[in-house]
T-cell receptor, first 115, second 115 residues
Framework: AQKVTQAQTEISVVEKEDVTLDCVYE???????LFWYKQPPSGELVFLIR??????QNEISGRYSWNFQKSTSSFNFTITASQVVDSAVYFC????????????FGTGTSLTVIP | DAGVIQSPRHEVTEMGQEVTLRCKPI?????LFWYRQTMMRGLELLIY????????DSGMPEDRFSAKMPNASFSTLKIQPSEPRDSAVYFC?????????????FGEGSRLTVL
């Protein structure tokens, strides 16, 4: 079973639109960590955010915001006023300390921002 | 601080040749991961080490693949003999159990093309 599901394979938006990338995870652990990574066309994987399971406060960083809801096992990522530079593949990931800090990645959502 | 360093960045080889990919993790990190990324299969975990000891190699495709971590600052992923279907980007990543468990730092990847 997939531990991290990113149901949206590809999304296209017009510049300045807001866009939300969905992430649903599955775990039986009470302590776990959730992440978002960005992979721009250049190919490197860039860390965006880390959230532990005990911190359900939403976080905002500039145009980026994250909505963590344990009740629905979701950790969604919203980009406000999207820009062309946001075009990338975005990966959601889960880490469970009880499985040796192994990372489980979703399949990624490819975001294209059209100028 | 230097990040995760991988070499070579690009490798083109012919089928049947041996390929060795190298990784230097971030100093002080006690976990090291090897991932493979393809369009078809996304990000796949191949193997990971904790304190230089392989913990889970269930993702290693077959006997042609082998990974070693002789010390805390160096790891190799070897493919022998290589096949065209091994063409992919191979990422090395490292993390630390403390102070921020699970935060994974990636190298820039090694793009392998097997002709």
């Amino acid at each position: 079973a997939q531990k991290v599901t990113q149901a949206q394979t590809e999304i296209s938006v017009v510049e300045k639109e807001d866009v939300t990338l969905d992430c649903v995870y599955e775990t039986r652990d009470t302590t776990y960590y959730l992440f978002w990574y960005k992979q721009p066309p250049s190919g490197e994987l860039v860390f965006l955010i880390r959230r532990n399971s005990f911190d359900e406060q939403n976080e905002i960083s500039g145009r980026y915001s994250w909505n963590f809801q344990k009740s629905t096992s979701s950790f969604n990522f919203t980009i406000t006023a999207s820009q062309v530079v946001d075009s990338a593949v975005y990966f959601c990931a889960l880490s469970e300390p009880t499985t040796g800090n192994q990372f489980y990645f979703g399949t990624g959502t490819s975001l294209t921002v059209i100028p | 601080d230097a990040g995760v360093i991988q070499s070579p960045r690009h490798e083109v080889t012919e089928m049947g040749q041996e390929v060795t990919l190298r990784c230097k993790p971030i100093s002080g990190h006690d976990y090291l991961f090897w991932y493979r990324q393809t369009m078809m299969r996304g990000l796949e975990l191949l193997i990971y080490f904790n304190n230089n000891v392989p913990i889970d190699d269930s993702g290693m495709p077959e006997d042609r693949f082998s990974a070693k971590m002789p010390n805390a600052s160096f790891s190799t992923l070897k493919i022998q003999p290589s096949e065209p279907r091994d063409s992919a980007v191979y990422f090395c990543a490292s993390s630390s159990a403390s102070p921020k468990p699970g935060e994974l730092f990636f190298g820039e990847g090694s793009r392998l093309t097997v002709l």
